[in-house]
């Protein structure tokens, strides 16, 4: 069974959204845990606009599982990554106009960037993972920066808007699975997954983790932390 792990990030865009304390993703956090999460994952994005420096520190004191930073991969967050040692950093593209992350990093383009990005953080005990679309020549691309694992970009299977267009977005995550297993990556999946469509992601095989944060905390608004996080453990046991 795959590794769960909760981004509570709109746990936080909740409580900015008054400036205010709560709710506290700190505490939906160790929820999650109780819950069966298998990690924990914020984006501390460059803006700031929901998880916090402070959340940040205070989660890497509290979390008991495993701890995942995604970030930009810029100065700042390199060095705060270094100083904070998460147990994983998963890299990803940002752009401050973005309602969310919408595509994976083009790791071919910037491999000499990156490639030094990452030697920093592996040195220091951090698992590197790139977020990158389901593409055979990224992952290529990431193995040959000295990365430990990739996230694919499931974003373009859940928007697909017919079967048919689905089955082409899953067959491409599927051969980017294979690929990244065939270079000895780790091989993570997310973004836009929710309680309908993880299924069939979830059937491939040799998926590590899923990082699934929005429908996860929209549904505890409604139903709790706990049971929204145990229905989503459940759909990843096919």
Do not use: W
């Not at 910037?110 to 590197?128: D, N, P, T, Y």
């Amino acid at each position: 069974m795959p590794r769960l792990g909760v981004n509570v990030d709109h746990v936080a865009t909740l409580r900015q959204a008054r400036k205010g304390t709560d709710p506290d993703p700190v505490a939906a956090a160790a929820l999650a845990e109780l819950a069966g999460a298998d990690q924990i994952t914020i984006h501390l994005r460059e803006d700031r606009r929901h998880i916090q420096d402070r959340d940040l520190q205070l989660l890497r004191q509290t979390v008991k599982t495993r701890l995942n930073l995604e970030m930009a991969a810029t100065e700042e967050m390199v060095g705060i990554a270094l100083q904070v040692q998460p147990d994983c950093v998963t890299l990803v593209p940002e752009k401050r106009e973005e309602l969310t992350t919408e595509g994976g990093l083009d790791v071919r383009l910037h491999r000499g960037s990156l490639k030094a990005k990452v030697e920093l953080m592996c040195h220091s005990g951090i698992e590197v993972s790139l977020f990158i679309d389901p593409d055979v020549e990224q992952v290529k691309a990431c193995h040959l920066v000295g990365a430990d694992a990739v996230e694919i970009h499931t974003g373009s299977y859940c928007d697909a808007g017919t079967a048919t267009a689905r089955q082409e977005e899953l067959h491409k995550i599927e051969l980017a699975v294979r690929a990244g297993r065939k270079l000895g990556l780790k091989v993570h999946a997310g973004h836009g997954l929710n309680y309908h469509n993880v299924q069939p992601v979830a059937a491939i095989a040799g998926i590590e983790e899923f990082n699934i944060g929005h429908s996860i905390i929209a549904r505890a608004v409604l139903v709790g932390m706990e049971r929204a996080v145990r229905d989503m453990k459940q759909l990843l046991t096919v």
